[in-house]
């Protein structure tokens, strides 16, 4: 699939939910994508090694390759949006860790989305800030061994949380905070714009850091084109800023997912 100059990848945790998840690779490659990512598929850190291995499988099955993978973020579908910030679950990250790798090490993924988690309001706030930093800066030393990057995303307000990594420059200065090269961020168009950040504004603001780019609208979270965000604006923005990364469709789509993918056409148009 192409977008504007760019390589997209589909992100099959909020693509192709027509059919089990299992089966969304092949979807994807059937779609015309050749890359993939995904969010961590299993309910714990560590499901086993020949659970790795089949994801690693169904990967190479469909003949794309897997470009990000979320680390481990706590019960999700519960309403978690990370653990990294929780001292008493470093042990479950660490093993999260030795897991990815395993996939890293079979499909050449190199980009690891690690959620910062939300603040627990009866623990001190520095404690927690502390155990953030920690966790990303093992999580960097991890993925040096794939020569990897983790990347730090801001969440939209009032849908995850106490989450307080909102903007670009909460995710920067973190990473600044961790100090590690290893760290980028991550720029999902549709939780900044729903902060009411200028997206158009970030790749410049971000001075080389932008490790990924996820694309869905705002608000609604659908397909570009489904919602107000200047599409146009944004990937000149990319451009000028050298951005030469994937991009990946993570979004929910608002039709059947193959027919919402007119905005990623071979002629590569942008949507209005």
Same mark, same amino acid.
């Given at each position: 699939m =192409?977008?504007?100059?760019?390589?997209?990848?589909?992100?099959?945790?909020?693509?192709?939910?027509?059919?089990?998840?299992?089966?969304?690779?092949?979807?994807?490659? !059937?779609?015309?994508?050749?890359?993939? #990512?995904?969010?961590?598929?299993?309910? #714990?850190?560590?499901?086993?090694?020949? =659970?790795?291995? #089949?994801?690693?499988?169904?990967?190479? !099955?469909?003949?794309?390759?897997?470009?990000?993978?979320?680390?481990?973020?706590?019960?999700?579908?519960?309403?978690?949006?990370?653990?990294?910030?929780?001292?008493?679950?470093?042990? #479950?990250?660490?093993?999260?860790?030795?897991?990815?790798? =395993?996939?890293?090490?079979?499909?050449?993924?190199?980009?690891?989305?690690?959620?910062?988690?939300?603040?627990?309001?009866?623990?001190?706030?520095?404690?927690?800030?502390?155990?953030?930093v920690g966790a990303y800066r093992r999580a960097a030393d991890a993925v040096a061994d794939v020569d990897g990057t983790v990347l730090v995303e801001p969440l939209a307000v009032g849908l995850n949380g106490s989450y307080p990594l909102t903007t670009h420059h909460d995710a920067l200065r973190l990473a600044a905070e961790v100090g590690s090269e290893r760290l980028a961020l991550l720029l999902d168009t549709f939780h900044l714009a729903s902060n009411g950040v200028d997206v158009a504004a970030v790749p410049d603001e971000a001075a080389g850091r932008v490790g990924h780019v996820q694309l869905a609208d705002a608000p609604g979270r659908g397909e570009p084109g489904s919602g107000a965000v200047g599409w146009e604006a944004f990937a000149g923005a990319l451009r000028g800023a050298g951005y030469a990364g994937t991009v990946a469709a993570e979004y929910k789509p608002t039709c059947d997912t193959t027919s919402s993918l007119a905005w990623g056409a071979p002629d590569g148009r942008v949507p209005s």
């Open positions: =192409r977008w504007s100059d760019y390589e997209v990848s589909a992100n099959v945790s909020l693509l192709f939910t027509e059919v089990p998840y299992e089966h969304r690779f092949r979807a994807a490659a !059937d779609a015309g994508f050749t890359t993939v #990512e995904s969010w961590w598929p299993f309910a #714990e850190p560590h499901p086993g090694d020949d =659970r790795l291995d #089949e994801l690693a499988g169904l990967v190479d !099955d469909a003949g794309v390759r897997l470009t990000g993978l979320n680390f481990f973020a706590g019960d999700m579908p519960a309403g978690e949006r990370g653990v990294a910030c929780r001292p008493e679950r470093a042990g #479950e990250l660490d093993a999260n860790a030795e897991a990815l790798l =395993r996939v890293a090490r079979a499909t050449g993924c190199r980009g690891f989305n690690l959620l910062f988690g939300q603040l627990d309001a009866g623990v001190d706030g520095t404690v927690q800030r502390a155990a953030a």
